[in-house]
């Protein structure tokens, strides 16, 4: 069995205290976009399907562009 490809979909575990976070869980954590960015992850894992997660996709994207102006 081999290990998944990108970035895993799961919420973060609890980290130890030798472990360095997830580059992509601090950049979101700098955006205050991460609970979108689960909700988007959270529909995916249900659908299967992003047409299906619109809603959720438009809101991680507008609070990014945000965060990028």
Same mark, same amino acid.
């Given at each position: 069995?081999?290990? &998944?490809?990108?970035?895993? *979909?799961? *919420? &973060? #575990? &609890? %980290? $130890?205290?030798? $472990?360095?976070?997830? &580059?992509?869980? #601090?950049?979101?954590?700098?955006?205050? !976009? %991460?609970?979108?960015?689960?909700?988007?992850?959270?529909?995916?894992? @249900?659908?299967?399907?992003?047409?299906?997660?619109? #809603?959720?996709?438009?809101?991680? *994207? #507008? !609070?990014? @562009? %945000? %965060?990028?102006?």
């Amino acid at each position: 069995m081999s290990a &998944p490809m990108g970035h895993d *979909r799961s *919420r &973060p #575990k &609890p %980290k $130890e205290d030798d $472990e360095e976070e997830d &580059p992509v869980d #601090k950049m979101l954590t700098k955006t205050g !976009c %991460k609970e979108l960015h689960y909700l988007v992850q959270d529909c995916m894992g @249900e659908h299967n399907d992003w047409r299906k997660c619109q #809603k959720e996709v438009t809101e991680f *994207r #507008k !609070c990014m @562009e %945000k %965060k990028s102006s």
